[in-house]
Every structure is written in structure tokens, then in C-alpha cells.
């Protein structure tokens, strides 16, 4: 798309913004074409990003009539917090490029609206800037190619109240992503990101090194070293990005507390296993009350019905937040969970379904 005029951010939601659908295009508008593929491209050929939106659409909703549902509700307990609804906000990093006020936006719509936030390891917002008494928060931690760096960004999110540190795993690697190169994506200069450099030192090479295996892989976390880091916090160490269920045994046994069942939003690894289909597998490789969230191409409140269906304990939402976000700030951001929320509620009481622990796989039919 060849853009002659990004608009500035929406002050005001307009009525024709009914659903994440109307927000991707919209965010659009608002956004220079290089930051817009940025956040829409995929690893290589993109099937995955595809497939994540298409697999919701093979799972069919099976619901149950004249059940007494009026003392229903959203609330959701994972890891022994309460949260008020299953609809999260998952880590995403470089915010300031989507709206100016980045992260502090999306945080600001997650307290109004009582989602829980994940704050990416590459937040251009200091999380020192976000309420320390707000509890729905969470850090996503990426490994920092040290174990002592690690542990200091993890002593510091313990110090300003986060209730879990989320460690990605699934991309020691940035993966291929072809639109973002044809467009030359680059940071804009001088990006502040305040937890840690935009590229993580490599080591040095020697003379016929090879650079991915004895550069990137090198500094790459293994399960002991989330062994160790799950020993050096109170809090619990979620891994974000297992789609193996062998992976999803080995995390319980070096004391990981949860999952995200993830594939980064399609942008690491092409032609992967659907995480839909990965979360069912894992679902009945690990303990009946071990936390799955899910993360990956949700887009309605039926989405985020299936996905708890099939095991999830809650949902996180990366791209349509940030359709919020570039469209309208901290208002898109917080009309965007309303959305969600408002659609769940629905689809909930439809399905027959006063609560989100009734929601299980009874209530949906596979072809």
C-alpha cells in the first residue's frame, strides 16, 4: 500500500469500529507501511501466521440449552491469583513505533479493563513506569545470554510487583521473515529500550566459527538454566512458546509453573505445528490443573471460548492490541478487550456456560 498521509491516532472511537476485524484495517491508516508489514509479516512463506487465524474456523461450537446461567461470570484463577476475565495481553516489544505513548498505553487499557498484561523484555517503557499496585502484570523475560543479567531483570520485576516472569524460548533465532526484509525494516535511531540492548552481544567469533551455531546458539538458554533461574525467584517461572508435548514434561520437571502454548504469532518458525492442535496434545501430556495459556490468531470471543475448551486456562492477544493501540492509543487498546470480553460473554451464555472452569471440550465438536 502506497501511503500518501498516516493519520494521527483516533481520540474518539467512531461507530464504525465494531470488531478486531474493523481494527486491523483501521490501524492501518495510521501507521507508515514499513512498521504496518512489520507487524503483520511472518516468518517465510507465512502458512503459520495463516494457519493461526484459519484453525479456529475447523472447530466447531457444540452448545447446551435452558441451563440456569444467572449467576455466571469471567473470572479465571491461574497460579493462585484471581484474574477478572481469560483475555490477556501479550508481550510485544518496540510499542513506541505502533503510538507514542507504546506500553504505558496498553497498561493504562489493561487496569481499566482488567486484563492481565505481559510487559515484553524489549518494552521501550521503563516498568518501573507502571503501577506497582496494579497485580494484573506479568514480565516476559528473553534469556540475556547471562545469567546474571537475566537475574537482575528478574529482581527487578519482583521489586515493582510482577506476579510471574514469562520466558520466551521459541526464538533463539529471529526467524525469516521475508516482507519485513523486502521493506528494509529497521528501528528508528536512538530507540530507547530501558531492560536491555536492541541486539544481545554475540560472542566472539573465531576464524570458521560457525555464527548461528557458535554465535546466537551459544548465548541461548537450556533447561538448565531455567532450572536455575526457577530457583533464583519467588515468583513463577511461566515458558512461553512449547508446542511439544515431551517439551511441556520437561519444563514441569525444571520447575516451570505454567505455559503459553505459542508459535510467536507465525513470525519465528514456518510450517509449524498449529498451536491449537499443539495445545490439545499438550493438555494431555501434563497435570490436569498445570496452567496452559494460549496465544496465537485469536480474533473473537468464540476464539477465546475454543481455546479454553480445548485446555487453555486463559488467552493472550498480540496483534489486535496493537491495532488498538495504533488506531487509538490506550482508548483502542481498552475498546479492543471490550470487544473480546463483551463477544466471550456472549458466546458463553449461548454455549450454556455460567463459568469459565465449566468451559471444556464437551462443548465443542471436531470434525
Known sequence: MNQTAILPPLTQIPPYLQTIADYEQEAQKHLPDMVWQYLQGGAMNEASVRNNLDQFAHIHLWPRMLRDLTQGGTECKILGQTFPHPIFLAPIGHQQQFHPDAEAACALAAEVLGSNMVLSNFSNTDMRALKAENPYKWFQLYWQGDREKSRALVQLAEAQNFKAIVVTVDSPHTGIRDRERSVFFHLPEGMQHPHTPAHIPLPALKQGDH???????KIAPTWDDIAWLAQQTSLPVI????LHPQDAKLAIQHGAQGIIVSNHGGRVLDTGIPPLTALQLIKKAVPADFPLLYDGGIRRGSDV?????????????????????ASAGALGVAHVIKILKEEFEITMALMGT????QINEEYIFQK
Open 239 to 242: 515458558l512461553k512458546g512449547i
Open 354 to 357: 455460567a463459568a469459565v472452569n
Open 305 to 325: 471460548f475454543k481455546a479454553i475448551a480445548l485446555g487453555a486456562s486463559a488467552v493472550l492477544i498480540g496483534r489486535p492490541a496493537i491495532y488498538g493501540l
Open 211 to 217: 555464527p548461528v551455531f557458535k554465535g546466537l546458539m
